[in-house]
């Protein structure tokens, strides 16, 4: 492949000043080609043709007809399009020798391994080598450092040959890039350059100026730029795909709020389980109160029988003892002592078993469970000063109708969260409120325990929740602009300390 690569190559200096000659005969069609309607008539035919006729005798006027110039130039210029496929793939094999092994990009400064004759471009190579993690040739593994590689000095004429191609293979001098096959015409092998709106099809000069027998295909038919109509597709096309990423935005917006339901699901269901863990718990405290309880009970009865029972055992115990130890006219004499002393062993009653007898039965005592869920708030930073939004309606496990009420206070920088009972008998309620933050430790979460009955009153929530600041500064607030509040309320017992503060408000309003 590199035999037929340096013959291709020769080929080049041979070929570039004929395709300069050939490009000053073609200047003047080229002129013309260039206007927005092109009529299809003979006169245009035979303005290009003349323009090339004249071309050509101010070529031959400068070099003589026997010259090796004017022979080149017209071999070159009659097989420049049978040849430009084959120089279009000398110059792809050009392009891919000549490229850094590490970027895979065109060479710049380029510099050869000593051992591998491997080309990277200096900074790739150098980076290679000062990163640290390796101290040897990407390729060959030798080791290598940065004043060992070999600069290639003869790049430049490599690069001047590549121009050279580029130019011979595009039809114009100082282009940097390969005319891909189907940016040619497939009737011509030319550039494609206009665009026929008439016919809608993309055309070369030749096809427009109607020339080598191809008049009348393209007659009296508008024409465009190439480049105008391509940046109008363009443009038209960057538009629908504007709207399909709009589209896909929109499912992802989408897929993000079904994603963070998700989450809040399961910190739903973290709370829950927090929840059975704590019934769990004062279920086995209630089970172990319950036993202790009773068996205080029969305890105390346990202990009054050992002790009449060790009392009983000293007197048999002494009895026996005067009875054996004792002569037989003793004993006669002793009779009726002894039996007194039976006697009023057996006086006090043995009390009935089930006067004394607790129940073998214990309960299982679960606590009001919480109605858990979260109330989120949208569209947060559009609130106005006492902005008051409120959440769907819910039930407790009594069957009471229940729900959230947050209140903005900008005037006073504070975020409120009130508890309003909806349907139901009035009853003492604990409620605690979470305001979720993305890092748990932030979460901040205040309890209450509160009797609620229909009519408004002052206690019923956390006027002072949170400040506005909090939330903004501390990033309460989400992406898609809402706060989430964890709710956990259940029926509950009043305390003593309530029923306190309850005697203290009543005495204090009258």
């Known amino acids: 492949m590199h035999r037929s690569l340096v013959q291709d190559l020769s080929l080049v200096g041979m070929a570039s000043s004929s395709n300069r000659s050939d490009s000053r005969r073609h200047a003047s069609s080229t002129a013309s080609a260039h206007s927005s309607t092109i009529p299809g008539s003979s006169s245009a035919s035979t303005s290009s043709s003349g323009a090339a006729t004249t071309s050509y005798h101010r070529l031959m006027s400068l070099s ?14 009659s097989s420049s399009a049978r040849d ?20 895979f990009g065109r060479l710049e400064d380029p510099h050869l391994c000593p051992q591998c004759s491997k080309l990277y471009c200096y900074d790739c190579i150098g980076e290679w080598l000062d990163s640290g993690s390796s101290q040897s040739c990407p390729n060959c593994k030798i080791f290598l450092q940065l004043d060992q590689l070999v600069k290639v000095r003869w790049f430049d004429d490599i690069q001047q040959l590549q ?5 011979l293979t595009c039809g114009k001098p100082g282009e940097e890039s390969i005319v891909a096959a189907a940016d040619l015409c497939p009737k011509h092998r030319k550039r494609v350059n206009f665009y026929c709106s008439t016919c809608e099809q993309c055309v070369c000069e030749e096809c427009a100026t109607g020339g080598d027998g191809d008049a009348g295909q393209h007659r009296d038919h508008t024409f465009k730029a190439l480049q105008v109509t391509y940046e109008q597709h363009v443009a038209l096309l960057d538009g629908e795909l504007e709207k399909v990423e709009h589209y896909r935005d929109k499912m992802s917006l989408l897929l993000d709020k079904i994603d963070r339901n998700v989450e809040l699901i399961r910190l739903v269901k973290t709370a829950k389980h ?34 009449e029972i060790e009392k009983v055992n000293g007197k048999l115990q002494a009895m026996r003892y005067d009875m054996e130890f004792h002569s037989k ?12 002393a039976c006697n009023a062993i057996r006086l006090p009653p043995i009390r009935d078993f089930q006067q004394i007898c607790v129940p073998a039965s214990l309960k299982i005592e679960i606590p009001h469970l919480f109605e858990t869920g979260v109330f989120v708030v949208q569209n947060f930073s559009t609130f106005g000063d006492n902005k008051v939004v409120y959440s769907n309606e819910f039930s407790d496990c009594m069957g009471r109708t229940w729900r959230i009420m947050a209140w903005c206070v900008i005037s006073e920088d504070h975020f409120g969260i009130y508890l309003e009972l909806v349907h139901g008998s009035p009853c003492w309620m604990e409620c605690t409120f979470q305001l979720i933050h993305l890092e748990p430790e932030k979460t ?30 501390e990033n309460y607030l989400r992406l898609n602009d809402s706060i989430e509040l964890l709710y956990n309320i259940r029926p509950c017992s009043p305390t003593e300390t309530d029923h306190a503060l309850d005697a203290d408000e009543s005495s204090s309003e009258h």
């Not at 319950?290 to 009865?301: G, N, S």
Request: proline residues 6%; positive net charge; contains cysteine.
């Open 163 to 167: 121009r050279s191609l580029v130019a």
């Open 444 to 473: 901040i979460s205040k309890t209450i325990r509160q009797y609620f009955d229909r009519t408004p009153q002052k206690g019923w929530g956390l006027r002072d929740f949170v400040t506005l600041q909090t939330i903004l500064e």
């Open 64 to 77: 003589p007809p026997d010259s090796p110039n004017a022979t080149l130039s017209l071999s070159a210029s």
């Open 84 to 103: 430009a496929p084959s120089h279009r793939h000398v110059l792809s094999h050009i392009y891919d020798i000549f490229k850094c092994t590490i970027c």
């Open 274 to 307: 927090k929840e059975l863990e704590a019934i769990m718990v004062a279920a086995l405290n209630s089970l172990d109160r319950q036993e202790e309880q009773k068996l205080t009970k029969l305890r105390v009865h346990q202990f009054k029988l050992m002790t």
């Open 329 to 340: 006219p003793q004993l006669i004499q002793m009779k009726p002592k002894i039996v007194a």
